[in-house]
Each structure stands twice: as structure tokens, then as C-alpha cells.
């Protein structure tokens, strides 16, 4: 007749329906095999993009979907010893939590009300304050000048290799463990053989 056979209707949420039955008498739409991909996309879309990694910044909100509990109704960010309040707006099901000029630490956060556990957040310090530059040759001389740190210097292999062998050289105990066992093992069959 010319109608949709899946319609998507949206709202407070997702909303998806049939225009007929899915029995076999009415459609062979769940013998198809469409059925499974639609299904599957249908339960991909009805997926939550709620991310809950944020990254600590000057200025930096985060939205939240929680269940609506009410206007008045004060959310915590709570770990093993801390409790913060930080300001909040609860905008339909969408808590919107403003970190402007907190002293907060990065770290995973539980959202709680009334110490009822409603989220959890992970707050995370900006890459930019993760300089991984290296340093260069004469820099590490100079960081380590008149300490007891032996530099090696890995231009030549072939020195480096007999420097670092002649080093590093391990101590070989399988010899004289071996030369132990035997003894005790001398021991113990003259022990059996005259104090029997």
C-alpha cells in the first residue's frame, strides 16, 4: 500500500516500528535476509554516544544522560576520599556538569546521587602537558656529568660488543651448583653404605 515497513520515531529516545506483524502468515520479512542486518543497525543506533572520557581543560563542560530525578536533585563526583559538587544543570535527561575553576585531579570518577551510583567518568589531564621530546647527546652528557653512570657510547658495535661482554660479564653458578649436587650425592650414598 505504498506505507513504510520500519519507521524510526524519535523523542525522549529511539522508537522503532513495524507496519505489520512479523509473523509468517502477515510477512517472510524475518525468514529474509535483511532481518538480521536491520536488527543489528536498529541496535547500533539505539546505542548511547554518552562518552565518558573527558579531558581536563580552562573551560570545559560535559553533558551527561541520566534518568530524570528531578530539578532538584544534587549529583556528586565521588572517588575513594573526595566528594565534589561541582555547578550542574539538569536540561530534560541530559545533566550538564560545568568543571570551570575546579581543582580537580585526573583520574575515574563515580557519578552519584543520594550514594547511588549513576555514571562513571574518567578525567584526564591535556596531552599537551605529556612532552615527549628526547634528549640530545650532549644534553644527557651534561645531565649526567660527575655522577657514577657509566655512558656507553653505541657508534662502534664491534667495540661496544666486547666492552659490553667484558662488562657484563654474568657469573656462572650451574657449575658450581652442579659440583654441590654431586657431592651431596657422594655424601648420602656413603652415608648409606656405612651406617647401614
Same mark, same amino acid.
Given at each position: 500500500?505504498?506505507?513504510?515497513?520500519?519507521? #524510526?520515531?524519535?523523542? *525522549?529516545?529511539?522508537?522503532?516500528?513495524?507496519?505489520?506483524?512479523?509473523?509468517?502468515?502477515?510477512?517472510?520479512?524475518?525468514?529474509?535476509?535483511?532481518?538480521?542486518?536491520?536488527?543489528?543497525?536498529?541496535?547500533?543506533?539505539?546505542?548511547?554516544?554518552?562518552?565518558?572520557?573527558?579531558? #581536563?581543560?580552562? *573551560? /570545559?563542560?560535559?553533558? +551527561?544522560?541520566?534518568?530524570?530525578?528531578? $530539578? %532538584?536533585?544534587?549529583?556528586?563526583?565521588? #572517588?575513594?576520599?573526595?566528594?565534589? +559538587?561541582?555547578? $550542574?544543570?539538569?536540561?530534560?535527561? %541530559?545533566?550538564?556538569?560545568?568543571?570551570?575553576?575546579?581543582?580537580?585531579?585526573?583520574? /575515574?570518577? $563515580?557519578?552519584?546521587?543520594?550514594?547511588?551510583?549513576?555514571?562513571?567518568?574518567?578525567?584526564?589531564? /591535556?596531552?599537551?602537558?605529556?612532552?615527549?621530546?628526547?634528549?640530545? %647527546?650532549?644534553?644527557?652528557?651534561?645531565?649526567?656529568?660527575?655522577? #657514577?653512570?657509566?655512558?656507553?657510547? @653505541?657508534? *662502534?658495535?664491534?667495540? *661496544?660488543?666486547?666492552?659490553?661482554?667484558?662488562?657484563? $660479564?654474568?657469573?656462572?653458578? =650451574?657449575? =658450581?651448583?652442579?659440583? @654441590?649436587? @654431586?657431592?651431596?650425592?657422594?655424601?648420602? @650414598?656413603?652415608?648409606?653404605?656405612?651406617?647401614?
Amino acid at each position: 500500500n505504498g506505507d513504510y515497513f520500519l519507521t #524510526k520515531y524519535i523523542a *525522549n529516545g529511539s522508537f522503532y516500528l513495524f507496519s505489520g506483524s512479523l509473523s509468517e502468515k502477515n510477512s517472510n520479512f524475518k525468514l529474509h535476509s535483511l532481518f538480521v542486518p536491520v536488527m543489528y543497525r536498529i541496535a547500533l543506533q539505539s546505542k548511547s554516544d554518552n562518552s565518558m572520557l573527558y579531558t #581536563k581543560k580552562s *573551560n /570545559n563542560d560535559f553533558s +551527561i544522560k541520566v534518568d530524570s530525578l528531578g $530539578q %532538584n536533585a544534587i549529583y556528586h563526583l565521588t #572517588k575513594s576520599d573526595v566528594d565534589i +559538587i561541582p555547578s $550542574q544543570r539538569l536540561i530534560g535527561s %541530559n545533566l550538564i556538569v560545568e568543571m570551570n575553576d575546579l581543582e580537580i585531579e585526573s583520574s /575515574n570518577y $563515580q557519578l552519584e546521587i543520594d550514594q547511588n551510583k549513576v555514571g562513571a567518568i574518567a578525567i584526564n589531564y /591535556n596531552k599537551s602537558e605529556s612532552v615527549l621530546n628526547q634528549l640530545e %647527546n650532549e644534553e644527557i652528557l651534561e645531565y649526567f656529568a660527575g655522577g #657514577k653512570t657509566d655512558l656507553l657510547n @653505541i657508534e *662502534n658495535t664491534e667495540e *661496544n660488543n666486547s666492552q659490553i661482554l667484558s662488562d657484563f $660479564q654474568p657469573t656462572l653458578l =650451574w657449575k =658450581w651448583a652442579l659440583l @654441590i649436587s @654431586i657431592l651431596f650425592v657422594l655424601i648420602e @650414598i656413603l652415608l648409606i653404605r656405612f651406617l647401614r
